[in-house]
């Protein structure tokens, strides 16, 4: 499958909760980004794409092929840049990565800093 273009410097952030930080559920993720805009799912539009939060993932998915929906790695395909997430307590890993209006990784990939963060 052919990958869509990101620009050079393209960046996806998680501008809050920040890395560390000790939060409660649900927790309120915001979603940033630098360098391209936000689309929705569907929408072809040159250097532009959607969020994916990874979710306590160890192992990033195929850049290759549409990304899975599940648990671990969750859709936000009409172009959210925020969500509350329901957390068990305990330590967690956030982080983002932009798809295109497939839902396939940019090449390069946009993507976050991996986070972590403590639910209590």
Do not use: C, W
């Given at each position: 499958?052919?990958?869509?273009?990101?620009?050079?410097?393209?960046?996806?952030?998680?501008?809050?909760?920040?890395?560390?930080?000790?939060?409660?559920?649900?927790?309120?993720?915001?979603?940033?980004?630098?360098?391209?805009?936000?689309?929705?799912?569907?929408?072809?539009?040159?250097?532009?794409?959607?969020?994916?939060?990874l979710?306590d993932?160890?192992?990033?998915?195929?850049?290759?092929?549409?990304?899975?929906?599940?648990?671990?790695?969750?859709?936000?395909?009409?172009g959210?840049?925020?969500?509350?997430?329901?957390?068990?307590?305990g330590?967690?890993?956030?982080?983002?990565?932009?798809?295109?209006?497939?839902?396939?990784?940019?090449?390069?990939?946009?993507?976050?800093?991996?986070?972590?963060?403590?639910?209590?």
């Amino acid at each position: 499958m052919v990958r869509s273009p990101a620009p050079e410097g393209a960046a996806a952030e998680i501008v809050s909760p920040t890395n560390g930080a000790t939060v409660s559920s649900p927790v309120k993720v915001v979603f940033g980004l630098e360098g391209m805009e936000v689309a929705p799912a569907g929408n072809e539009q040159k250097n532009s794409g959607h969020h994916h939060l990874l979710i306590d993932l160890d192992t990033m998915p195929n850049m290759d092929m549409p990304l899975p929906a599940n648990d671990q790695v969750v859709h936000f395909g009409k172009g959210q840049t925020e969500t509350e997430l329901e957390l068990e307590p305990g330590t967690h890993t956030l982080q983002l990565l932009l798809g295109d209006y497939r839902h396939v990784p940019h090449q390069p990939p946009v993507t976050s800093e991996k986070i972590t963060i403590t639910v209590e």
